[in-house]
């Protein structure tokens, strides 16, 4: 059963650019959960989402961000005109149920130039 | 402090030596978990302890949670060098519990050998 995969790894862009993050949840998970990670900091929430639905979005900032996790695909988390405060890693979870423990992903880094 | 504020920030400790690590939270809780995270990479879930458990052990590892303080620690016994990383506790905020998890900065574990 593989783990929680993200993409890509790696992520550079330029400010004004749009940045997605692909999140592949654990086979049979159907809850994912975004997180942003600064330099030297803990994960912080950014938003909780099952199949076709946001739950819990109350850590995504008002603006340029955007979630959704489709009946079909990965998740998305995607970011519309990038500046340099972007740049972070962010972490794709999953559970199977609610209550569960999350799995997490690999990250993506993303370098905002 | 913040909720899931990890004690100490920075221990390093002789390979075979144990290490303690604390975590302090502030709002009820209903369960708590530890995750690892190496240099740059994901998080590994370590253990999860929910709030009527007193005390929960896995391998090496040993949790305890007192509610009434509303602290746990992380034990590691007989450590190893493959054990430096990264202890983050992590506890959940959600209404029903486990989907919005709060971490704190983390303590910091270099085991030298």
């Known amino acids: 059963n593989a783990g929680v995969m993200q993409n890509p790894r790696h992520l550079v862009r330029r400010r004004g650019q749009e940045a997605r993050l692909r999140c592949s949840p654990m086979?049979?998970?159907?809850?994912v959960y975004w997180y942003r990670q600064l330099p030297e900091e803990g994960l912080k929430f950014m938003v909780y989402l099952q199949k076709e639905n946001i739950i819990d979005e109350s850590g995504m900032p008002k603006e340029r961000f955007s979630a959704e996790f489709p009946k079909e695909g990965p998740s998305i988390l995607r970011i519309q005109q990038v500046v340099r405060g972007d740049s972070a890693a962010y972490f794709c979870?999953?559970?199977?149920?609610?209550?569960?423990?999350?799995?997490f992903g690999p990250g993506t880094r993303l370098t905002v130039l | 402090s913040q909720q899931g504020e990890e004690d100490p920030q920075a221990l390093s400790i002789q390979e075979g030596e144990n290490a303690t690590m604390n975590c302090s939270y502030k709002?009820?809780?209903?369960?708590l978990q530890w995750y690892r995270q190496n240099s740059g990479r994901g998080l590994v879930h370590l253990i999860l302890i929910r709030s009527n458990e007193r005390e929960k052990h896995s391998g090496r590892l040993r949790v305890t949670l007192d509610t009434s303080k509303k602290s746990s620690s992380l034990l590691i016994t007989a450590s190893r060098a493959a054990d430096t990383a990264s202890y983050f506790c992590?506890?959940?905020?959600?209404?029903?519990?486990?989907?919005?998890?709060?971490f704190g900065t983390g303590t910091r574990l270099t085991i030298i050998p």
């Open positions: 979870a999953s559970s199977p149920l609610r209550t569960d423990t999350q799995y």
């Open positions: 709002t009820s809780i209903n369960n």
């Open positions: 992590a506890t959940d905020e959600g209404n029903f519990g486990n989907e919005k998890l709060t």
């Open positions: 086979k049979g998970h159907s809850h």
